[in-house]
C-alpha cells in the first residue's frame, strides 16, 4: 500500500518542512539584505551629491574677475592661488566618488550573495536541529502498531509544543489500548458466556429425543435443524475466540511444528470432501520445513484456509497444496479454481465476516471468519499473508511465516499453476 500511495504521487522533490523553514530563512536574510544594501547606496549618493555642491561653488569662485588692483598685491594672488587648488581638489573628489560609490554597490552585492549561501547553510543545519525531536516522534509512531500499543514515546525534552504533541500521543495510544483489551475481553467473554447456553439447548434436544416414545416427524426434522444451527452457532463462537486470542498475540506456548507434515494430515482429513466434490488435488511440500509458535492456531490456519479452498470452488474443479522453505522463510501457498474474481474485493477477505458474491458454490457456508483468523494468526507469528485473485480464476493464499529449522530439502513448485 506504502509503495501504491508512492507511485500514485506526481514526481518531483518531496517539500518537507525543514526545506520550507530554509526556503523562508534564506528569503528573510535577503530581504533585510537588499535593504539595508538600499539604504547604503542612498547615503553614498547624497554623500556624493553633497560633495558635488562645494565642487562647483569653488570652481565659480575661481573663474570670478580678476582682482581690481592693477598687478595685484601678494595677499590677493595667494588667495586665488588656494582658490584654485580648493577648486583642483573638489573636481579631484567629484571625479573619484562615482567610481567609489560603484564599487562600494558590487562589492555590497557580493557580499550579499556569498552571506546567502552561507544563511542558508546555516537556516538548514538550523532547521534539521529544531525538527530534530519532531523525527523522534516520527519515526516511534511509526513503529508503535496494533500489537504493540503498550509503547510510549516518552519524549523527555523542553516543556514546548513539541512536548505537548507527544503527550497527546501517549494519551491517544493509551486510550486506544484500553478500547483493544476492552473489545478481545468482550469476545473472549461472550464466547465463553454464550456457550452455556447452547450446551443447555442442545442437550434439551438430546433429552427430547431419547424419549422412549418415538417422537413425531416434525419433530424429528425440527430437532435435525435446530443441531445443525446450534452446531454453527458454536463453529461461529469458536471462530471469534480463536480471533481474539489471535489477535491479541497470546500464543500458549512457542513449539515447533513441520508445516508439510501438518499440511499432509489436513489434507488426508479432507480426502472424503475432496472426492465428494469431484475435486481434482495437487500436492508439492517441502521435506523438514519447520516453524515455531502455537500448534493449535497453526493448525487451525491450515485448517481454515484448505477448507475455504475445498468450499469455495466449482464443480469438478482443483486444489493445489504447495510449502517451500528458504531464505530464513517457509511458505504455505493454496489454489483453488473457480470464477474470475474482482481483486478490489478479494483485498478485504481478510476481515470479519467479509465474503464474495453468492455466486460462489458453497458461499453460503460458513462464518465468514475462516480468512480473518488466518490473518490474525499469520501477523500473531510475524508472518505475512497475500490473498491473489487468479488471472485464470479462482484464489490463491500465501502464508509466509519465519523458519523455526533448516529445512532438509525445497520444494518444487514449477509445476503449480500461474
Known amino acids: ?42 547615503v553614498a549618493v547624497r554623500s556624493s551629491s553633497r560633495v558635488s555642491r562645494p565642487a562647483a561653488a569653488a570652481n565659480e569662485n575661481s573663474a570670478g574677475p580678476p582682482s581690481s588692483v592693477a598687478g595685484g598685491s601678494d595677499l590677493a594672488r595667494a588667495e586665488k592661488r588656494i ?14 566618488a562615482p567610481s567609489a560609490a560603484h564599487e562600494l554597490l558590487v562589492g555590497s552585492l557580493i557580499a550579499l550573495a556569498v552571506m546567502a549561501g552561507v544563511s542558508a547553510i546555516l537556516g538548514w543545519l538550523m532547521a534539521g536541529h529544531a525538527l530534530r525531536p519532531l523525527r523522534t516522534i516520527t519515526a516511534t509512531v511509526r513503529r508503535i502498531s496494533e500489537d504493540n500499543l503498550h509503547e510510549r ?15 497527546t500521543f501517549d494519551g491517544l495510544l493509551e486510550r486506544l489500548e484500553a478500547a483493544f483489551a476492552a473489545q478481545r475481553r468482550f469476545v473472549a467473554n461472550a464466547s465463553h458466556e454464550l456457550r452455556t447456553p447452547l450446551t443447555t439447548m442442545r442437550a434439551a434436544l438430546d433429552v427430547t429425543m431419547a424419549k422412549p416414545d418415538p417422537p413425531p416427524v416434525q419433530t424429528v426434522a425440527l430437532a435435525t435443524r435446530l443441531r445443525s444451527e446450534l452446531d454453527r452457532v ?5 471462530g471469534l475466540l480463536v480471533l481474539a486470542r489471535a489477535q491479541h498475540g497470546a500464543l500458549p506456548s512457542q513449539e515447533v511444528l513441520v508445516l508439510d507434515d501438518a499440511v499432509a494430515a489436513a489434507v488426508a482429513a479432507r480426502t472424503p470432501s475432496i472426492t465428494a466434490a469431484g475435486l481434482t488435488l495437487r500436492q508439492a511440500v517441502a521435506s523438514g520445513a519447520t516453524v515455531a509458535g502455537s500448534r493449535a492456531l497453526l493448525r487451525r490456519m491450515i485448517d481454515n484456509v484448505v477448507d475455504n479452498a475445498i468450499v469455495h470452488n466449482q464443480p469438478a474443479g482443483w486444489v493445489t497444496v504447495g510449502t517451500w ?6 511458505r504455505f501457498v493454496v489454489e483453488n479454481g473457480g470464477p474470475v474474481l474482482d481483486q478490489a474485493q478479494v483485498d478485504q477477505l481478510a476481515q470479519p465476516f467479509k465474503r464474495l458474491g453468492a455466486d460462489r458454490i458453497g458461499s453460503e457456508r460458513g462464518s465468514g471468519l475462516g480468512l480473518s483468523i488466518v490473518a490474525a494468526i499469520v501477523a500473531a507469528h510475524g508472518g505475512k499473508l497475500d ?32
Do not use: K
Not at 582658490?83 to 573619484?96: D, E, G, K
Not at 514515546?153 to 503527550?167: T, W
Not at 490473498?387 to 532438509?408: F, Q
Open 325 to 330: 522453505a528458504g531464505g530464513g522463510s517457509v
Open 153 to 167: 514515546l516518552a519524549f523527555d525534552g523542553p516543556r514546548d509544543e513539541l512536548r505537548d504533541l507527544a503527550e
Open 234 to 238: 458454536d463453529e461461529l463462537l469458536e
Open 1 to 42: 500500500m506504502r509503495l501504491a500511495g508512492q507511485a500514485g504521487r506526481p514526481f518531483g522533490p518531496r517539500r518537507t518542512v525543514r526545506s520550507r523553514m530554509t526556503l523562508l530563512y534564506g528569503a528573510l536574510f535577503l530581504m533585510s539584505g537588499a535593504v539595508l544594501l538600499a539604504i547604503a547606496s542612498g
Open 83 to 96: 582658490i584654485q587648488l580648493q577648486a583642483q581638489l573638489a573636481a579631484a573628489q567629484h571625479s573619484q
Open 387 to 418: 490473498l491473489r485473485a487468479r488471472p485464470a480464476g479462482g484464489l490463491r493464499v500465501t502464508m509466509e511465516l519465519p523458519l523455526a529449522g533448516r529445512a532438509i530439502r525445497e520444494a518444487d513448485l514449477a509445476g503449480l499453476p500461474a
